[in-house]
């Protein structure tokens, strides 16, 4: 099925427009590191005007232009501001406020430097995605009962670390091999490398930002003009199953900011995953709220439901969903209308 509302995307991966990092990357920005976090935020905002305006000027003629690295950058800035962001960690949600730059570890247990358990060409993701060249962060700031990589996401000082140079010269390489995208998985913690090895990338590839939304608000903005597509989770229709089986609070109103944000930045795909015994808690709230705010998104719902992890402990959901499930899953959204609908 071709994807309606991906039209941006598509172009940027046949090398007909600029992906948006390269944009951010020619737009020079001259700065003093040493100045508050305040002051870089004024300037940050001040110049974003700049992109929104040079990104509306190169769709508009809708060919891909030679655009020439700027140094220092607008993206350099984003990265100073995501590394002050460490010192006080507010990169999600939890707002845990430790020194991670110094050795204070929060929730996510995660320090200064990032780690990844793969990276490879997935074959597995969305059609329009693949060969999705994935990058396995580890850690969470989520702690889901019911997590199929657990093993990755309790395990953050495991894997390999995520050298932003070596990385972006991988990204390089499975561009080459036919990679149509580079997917961040579970980004949130490592934001700040992740802006680090995007900015290290040379070669003009979509960025996905594939996350369960539950950043900070200040991620959200250092995100706009970086990320082409956001492959955004929404699991929960309400905080109280949020905070029972991920260990969140305030789950909804942070992931309905985030979408909306996503929404009017970039282009987004949504995966909602149906749980047993959750439709009308979860998946018509979350289904109803999407085609009234956020309707012009490639919708996936996933029936790969399956208890993993510590689902066992918890009676209701221990049990892969059924067919009558199913069928109630889709009518719920058809109902809704919305209309681009993956199954």
């Not at 059609?127 to 657990?150: D, K, M, R």
Request: charged letters at 30%; aromatic letters at 10%.
């Amino acid at each position: 099925m071709k994807p309606k509302f991906l039209n941006r995307y598509l172009k940027v991966e046949r090398n007909e427009l600029p992906a948006r990092f390269m944009i951010t990357k020619s737009i020079p920005v001259e700065f003093d590191p040493s100045v508050s976090v305040d002051d870089l935020w004024k300037m940050h905002d001040r110049e974003m005007g700049k992109y929104r305006k040079l990104l509306e000027t190169i769709d508009l003629k809708g060919k891909n232009i030679e655009l020439p690295e700027a140094i220092p950058s607008l993206l350099d800035l984003k990265i100073l501001i995501a590394e002050r962001i460490l010192e006080n960690c507010h990169l999600c949600e939890r707002r845990c406020g430790v020194d991670r730059r110094y050795g204070e570890k929060g929730f996510c247990r995660l320090l200064e430097i990032s780690r990844y358990a793969s990276e490879f060409l997935h074959m597995g993701e969305e059609p329009e995605l693949v060969p999705s060249h994935t990058i396995f962060f580890t850690g969470c700031v989520f702690a889901c009962v019911f997590c199929q990589n657990w093993d990755i996401s309790t395990s953050p000082d495991s894997g390999f670390v995520a050298d932003p140079e070596n990385l972006a010269r991988i990204i390089e390489s499975r561009r080459l091999e036919g990679s149509r995208n580079v997917n961040f998985v579970t980004p949130t913690p490592h934001a700040h490398s992740v802006l680090k090895i995007i900015k290290r990338t040379t070669v003009n590839v979509p960025m996905v930002w594939n996350s369960n939304m539950y950043h900070s608000t200040e991620v959200a903005k250092l995100l706009e003009g970086v990320i082409d597509v956001y492959l955004a989770d929404f699991k929960y229709g309400n905080d109280e199953c949020a905070r029972k089986y991920s260990k969140v609070k305030d789950y909804l109103s942070v992931v309905k900011r985030n979408h909306e944000l996503a929404y009017q930045d970039a282009e987004v795909i949504i995966r909602h995953l149906v749980m047993p015994g959750h439709l009308e808690c979860c998946t018509r709230p979350i289904v109803e709220w999407v085609a009234s705010y956020v309707p012009e998104v490639r919708f996936n719902l996933m029936f790969q439901y399956s208890p993993y992890y510590r689902a066992s402990e918890y009676p209701e959901i221990d049990r892969r969903i059924t067919s009558g499930e199913r069928r109630q899953a889709i009518d719920i959204v058809e109902e809704a209308g919305i209309e681009d609908l993956l199954i």
